[in-house]
């Protein structure tokens, strides 16, 4: 999947990541339309879960929106993997 270079750079923002979503994002390479993903749909459904815990805990408005916007766009690309 390929994300947008703001939501790129809220995942690599993220501070408490697994082991398994730090290779995912070390794994990610720069394209011509954003920053390419690659990951399955669990892979994807355990980095959201990532990017809502730190959303729900970040004090800091303006983070919380780019998490916020970061959580939307991955989960619509989890939708639209399962479809």
Do not use: K
């Not at 790129?8 to 501070?15: G, K, N």
């Not at 990610?28 to 990532?50: H, K, S, W």
Request: with cysteine.
């Amino acid at each position: 999947m390929v994300v947008s270079d703001e939501v790129a750079t809220a995942l690599r923002d993220l501070r408490l990541l697994d082991p398994e979503c730090e290779r995912l994002l070390y794994r990610a390479r720069v394209a011509d339309d954003g920053v390419v993903l690659n990951a399955d749909d669990e892979e994807l459904d355990e980095l959201i879960g990532f990017v809502a815990a730190e959303a729900n805990h970040e004090p800091n408005r303006r983070r919380q929106q780019r998490l916020d916007r970061a959580f939307a766009v991955l989960s619509d690309a989890l939708q639209t993997m399962g479809s």
